[in-house]
């Protein structure tokens, strides 16, 4: 995963303020690496920072269109950010807790641009998204 600096920020056209510094890091030691606009929200209310929801939105728009972030819309109406990373990978989301896991598969990458080809596609890009019940207790037990 992409590490920031304040330059980084200064080469995207972005000032070096206190929120944006706080919500990169927040998404760049995020556990699942997926972070809700909320789920940065009240992690930053409860590390005590004076800041707003709609600053959060607005200063993941400003990360997006710069190309530090990418926001992933799933199914279940729920929009996540991630740092921008090098190499492409897809999304498994569980449709009981919402959690998100990556994983890359060359044979599927493979087997993508293969369609593409028969159908007279260059691939320009994809997104992949499987839905299913994580193997958490609870969840498994939701579909019982």
Request: glycine fraction near 6%; charged fraction near 25%; include cysteine.
């Amino acid at each position: 995963m992409a590490s920031f600096t304040n330059q980084d920020l200064r080469k995207a056209g972005l000032k070096v303020t206190l929120p944006r510094i706080k919500i990169l890091e927040l998404l760049e030691s995020a556990k699942m690496h997926h972070m809700s606009a909320e789920e940065i929200y009240k992690a930053l209310i409860e590390q005590g920072e004076d800041v707003g929801l709609a600053t959060v939105y607005r200063v993941l728009t400003q990360f997006e269109q710069a190309g530090i972030v990418e926001r992933h819309n799933f199914e279940n109406n729920l929009s996540v950010f991630e740092i921008t990373q090098e190499g492409h990978h897809d999304h498994l989301v569980c449709d009981v807790c919402g959690k998100i896991v990556e994983f890359h598969n060359e044979v599927i990458e493979e087997e993508q641009l293969k369609v593409a080809a028969q159908n007279g596609f260059k691939l320009s890009g994809h997104s992949l998204v499987l839905y299913g019940i994580c193997d958490d207790q609870e969840c498994k037990d939701s579909i019982k």
